[in-house]
């Protein structure tokens, strides 16, 4: 099975963890793309969306299915995303997209976090793929410093990006990943850090797999 094709395998099954009457929360990426379409088929019986990032917005939009903005909702009922890397303890590496900042805080007021992820994003340890940080343009080029003081890995600048807060993403390439939650803490305290790609502290309850069989694994 082709990679197009897992992802869409991937939007079939996670609509089932859909209840009647939620307020879903939307991550971005490709993945993700693949569950908005097929989100279509049952958004006569949804309240509403919030979306993390203005594409995903845009789709959802170009599809009629209702996004709201976070500041009018107390509570997500379920959030769906995938991840970029994601290992045993289910901590993860987001941000490729750039939409970190924005995907954390709905996680943070979601009920139930559903990832949902190709097989070829599950690995035994992360740091395969940077850790992006979103940065305030004001703190670069001192935040590179601190980062390598701080945590180490070579961190670099993203270039052309801008997030959808007007930062920089900055990625942080071979960075000793095996205590990731220390590592996100202490990136956390550095002064013009917005937000770091690691997600150690808020992980997902349900992981859906899809494998290249066609077949889905699930672990929580």
Request: hydrophobic share 40%.
């Amino acid at each position: 099975m082709k990679e197009n094709e897992i992802k869409k395998r991937l939007g079939m099954e996670v609509i089932k963890y859909i209840k009647p009457n939620s307020i879903i929360g939307i991550g971005s990426g490709s993945t993700v793309s693949y569950f908005i379409k097929e989100l279509v088929k049952i958004k006569h019986y949804i309240i509403s969306t919030v979306s993390s990032s203005y594409k995903s917005s845009y789709q959802l939009n170009q599809l009629n299915i209702p996004v709201v903005d976070i500041s009018l909702v107390e509570n997500i009922d379920i959030y769906i995303d995938s991840a970029d890397e994601i290992d045993n303890n289910m901590f993860m590496i987001k941000g490729g997209g750039a939409a970190l900042t924005n995907e954390k805080i709905i996680s943070s007021i979601s009920r139930k976090f559903v990832c949902i992820v190709s097989n070829n994003k599950l690995v035994k340890k992360l740091g395969y793929f940077p850790v992006p940080v979103e940065i305030i343009p004001f703190s670069y080029p001192l935040i590179i410093n601190k980062i390598k003081k701080c945590v180490g890995g070579i961190p670099i600048l993203r270039s052309n990006v801008i997030t959808d807060h007007n930062n920089l993403i900055v990625d942080i390439y071979e960075l000793d990943l095996s205590n990731a939650k220390l590592i996100e803490n202490k990136l956390n305290s550095i002064p013009g850090i917005v937000t770091v790609g690691l997600f150690t502290q808020r992980i997902a309850d349900v992981v859906l797999v899809g494998n290249y069989d066609g077949s889905i694994t699930r672990f929580s």
